[in-house]
Every structure is written in structure tokens, then in C-alpha cells.
């Protein structure tokens, strides 16, 4: 039997006032926004996704950027639609190994297994970025942004290991090359933060996010 999404008087409000948007494509994070109950549309972000990493000082202001980027991109395009007022949600999750290595989705089978021993007995660390554009009738939207982070420890994992997870397809289009909800559950030896930040959404934070922008009036 399906759970019915939460029915929160702030999230109808939302719906109705609202013409809300997820600017990504993840069947991830699809799932867990509808977990709300919220009515809305995908529209995936046509950001290149292409930032220098070379200049931000940390990994979380990588991420943040990438996501506020992914989300502009799709408040602008519709923007100029004559519906009901934007509210658009865009999210960009990456994977820090222990060096410090920021790792994105792989480019190929043999990148998905080099990421993957280099994650092997070791700790890495999950951040998304989220961001919310609101049509609030200023010049300007108003924007609310927040990042998780989550410690990932991995067993041991030997070549055959590996080469039998590259084999399966599911690291090819993950950040870091895993997906813990699936078969990379067998790797995992624990967590510490938000599990479904390593899914790809923060459900949590982005909900204390919605409960901010309803005390600010915006929702």
C-alpha cells in the first residue's frame, strides 16, 4: 500500500500559491520529494555543469554553486511563462574521497572502477547542495540555499569486487560511482549524517528549509 505524502496546512499552501518545479531528472530525488505530497513538475536544469573546481576553496561550495547554477537555469527560462509564480528546486550531490578528490558521475566503466578502489577501506564524504528560487514579485527571486554533508565508510573491496559492481551498470551515472540504496549496500560498513543526502536529497534539510521560507512569509 502507497504512503500518502505529508499534508502539512505550510506545503498546501505552497501548491496553491506556487508553480513548482524540480529542475533535475533524478529518479531519486523524484521519489523522495514525493514523499511531501507535493504537486509538481520536472524540468531538468540544461546547465553544463562545468564550474571550475580549481576555484572554490572547499567541496561545499562547489556543490552549492553547481546547484544554485542548476536552478537559475530553469527559473530564467520559465520565467517569462504566464502561470502561477516559480518555485524552483535544484540539487547537485558529489562525492569526496579521503584525499580530498572530488568525484562525479564516471566518465566510463574503467573511471567508475578506479574511483571505486580508490574508495575502498577508506571514508568519503557525500555533500548536496539545494537551492529554492521563490517568484516572490521583486526584481529579484528569493533564494534559500543549504548543503549536507555525510561520512561514507567502506569495506575492503578487491578487484573482483569491483569489476563485478562496474559489470552490473548501476556506478555509471552515481556520483562516486556507487549507489548505496542499491547494491553498494553490500560495501558500506556505516554512515554518519543524513542517509538520504547519500540518496541524493536531503529530505530533512530541505524540509527545515520549507519550514524557514513559511516563517518568512515567502510560503
Known amino acids: 500500500m502507497e504512503t500518502p505524502g505529508l499534508k502539512i496546512p505550510f506545503i498546501e499552501t505552497l501548491e496553491q500559491r506556487f508553480r513548482v518545479v524540480l529542475a533535475s531528472a533524478s529518479p531519486r530525488r523524484r521519489e523522495l520529494l514525493d514523499r511531501l505530497g507535493i504537486t509538481y513538475e520536472v524540468i531538468p536544469s540544461t546547465f553544463a555543469e562545468d564550474l571550475d573546481k580549481t576555484q572554490y576553496a572547499a567541496a561545499s561550495d562547489y556543490v552549492l554553486d553547481t546547484a544554485v547554477q542548476k536552478t537559475t537555469d530553469v527559473f530564467h527560462r520559465l520565467k517569462g511563462e504566464l502561470l502561477k509564480p516559480l518555485f524552483v528546486i535544484g540539487a547537485d550531490t558529489i562525492v569526496v574521497n579521503s584525499r580530498g578528490v572530488i568525484l562525479e558521475k564516471p566518465t566510463s566503466r574503467d573511471d567508475a572502477a578506479t574511483t571505486l578502489r580508490g574508495l575502498s577501506s577508506a571514508v568519503n564524504t557525500v555533500y548536496t547542495g539545494v537551492c529554492v528560487m521563490a517568484d ?15 561520512d561514507v565508510e567502506f569495506g575492503e573491496l578487491d578487484d573482483a569486487m569491483v569489476d563485478a ?6 556506478p555509471h551515472d552515481k ?4 549507489a548505496y540504496q ?15 543526502n547519500v540518496v541524493g536529497f536531503p529530505c530533512a534539510r530541505f524540509f527545515q528549509m520549507l519550514r524557514e521560507l513559511h516563517a518568512e512569509g515567502v510560503i
Open 165 to 170: 559492481y562496474v559489470a552490473t551498470g548501476e
Open 136 to 150: 516572490t514579485g521583486c526584481a529579484q527571486p528569493h533564494v534559500a540555499t543549504a548543503v549536507e554533508a555525510t
Open 175 to 178: 556520483a562516486g560511482s556507487y
Open 182 to 196: 542499491s547494491l553498494a549496500c553490500f560495501f558500506v560498513h556505516g554512515i554518519r549524517g543524513d542517509y538520504y
